[in-house]
């Protein structure tokens, strides 16, 4: 007889970069890492019952109030995932009815709150994103230039100039005209083909300055491909438009993307170091129970399904908005 395990989750959104959520706090599932990839697979797949960029596993952590660990869609675990922290951070807050509370990260443990909303009717949330660095060796990149600032990197691209930098997993960020997303998924994993030159891989995003505090990012997520929007993408880029000039630091940067928009502000602490408040939404667009094999995590089916309309009616108003300034 098939001994059914029975999951529950809810999947949510940050600027339509989806995940699903598991809470392991409880420690009622008895995951393992062979069986957290397995599910992030099974769940992740658009072809699927759910379909997701990838999975958020909450658990408990003895150093903060929560411990978030993200699986990418292709199952590998990232270090970082801003819009999937705004997620767990909401989860976090309504679960222990806190405004505030303090997420263990795989590099950190990063401050998140609630706050006003940056569009009606959308749950906004903000998160730390830190430790910031300008080292090209963090990534790691092979390269000539520390830092790598708006410099060529011949074997990836002959027409543009990159930043490289970590938020703390990796990223390169181009300032350019807007690109077609073929051309950016080209740029993409030509990146995380290139072993000799990118070990680990890295997230690539180019951006287009809109106006002063205002500009547009697209992004190819390491281990996902062409995403809606990245945070920790969104965030670097963020920084690097203050480091070309184009923006300010500690004053509001609108970041939009082709899932939305969302706010960061870039602090410097010291004489080259940087914190970064990323804010935006945090969108439940519904919970279910997963019913799988424990033994054969190659299919899985949803019941107990509840859907958040008004949640997801409230996110398609802020996605209108924010692709009308993008045609601006």
């Known amino acids: 007889m098939v001994t059914v395990m029975e999951i529950e989750m809810i999947k949510c959104h940050g600027s339509g970069n989806d995940f699903i959520i598991i809470d392991e706090m409880d420690d009622n599932y008895y995951l393992t890492d062979t069986s957290r990839i397995a599910l992030t697979k099974v769940l992740a797949d658009r072809k699927g019952p759910a379909g997701s960029d990838g999975l958020l596993f909450i658990q408990t952590s003895s150093q903060a109030d929560a411990r978030m660990r993200m699986f990418n869609s292709d199952g590998s675990e990232a270090e970082m995932c801003g819009n999937g922290l705004r997620c767990v951070a909401r989860y976090i807050l309504e679960r222990f009815g806190k405004k505030e509370a303090v997420i263990e990260t795989m590099q950190a443990n990063l401050a998140v709150a609630e706050t006003e909303a940056i569009f009606p009717d959308v749950p906004t949330f903000e998160v730390a994103i830190e430790p910031v660095l300008l080292d090209p060796a963090s990534l790691p990149l092979t390269t000539d230039y520390t830092p790598h600032i708006e410099k060529p990197i011949p074997e990836l691209d002959i027409k543009r100039t990159y930043t490289a930098l970590s938020v703390p997993n990796p990223h390169l960020v181009s300032i350019t005209d807007a690109l077609s997303p073929e051309e950016v998924e080209k740029v993409g994993q030509q990146a995380n083909e290139n072993k000799r030159l990118l070990p680990n891989g890295t997230n690539v995003s180019f951006l287009s300055p809109i106006e002063s505090q205002k500009i547009f990012v697209r992004t ?109």
């Open 220 to 328: 190819f997520e390491r281990g996902v491909g062409l995403t809606s929007a990245c945070g920790t993408a969104m965030s670097a880029s963020a920084l690097v438009s203050i480091l070309a000039g184009h923006n300010n630091l500690n004053e509001v940067i609108t970041v939009l993307n082709p899932g939305g928009m969302v706010q960061c502000v870039v602090r410097q602490t010291g004489d080259d170091g940087y914190t970064i408040r990323l804010r935006g939404n945090a969108t439940y667009e519904f919970s279910a129970v997963v019913s799988i094999d424990p033994e054969d995590m190659t299919f899985a089916e949803l019941n107990e399904m509840s859907v958040y309309e008004d949640e997801i009616a409230g996110y398609e108003k802020l996605a209108q908005a924010a692709a009308e300034l993008s045609a601006q």
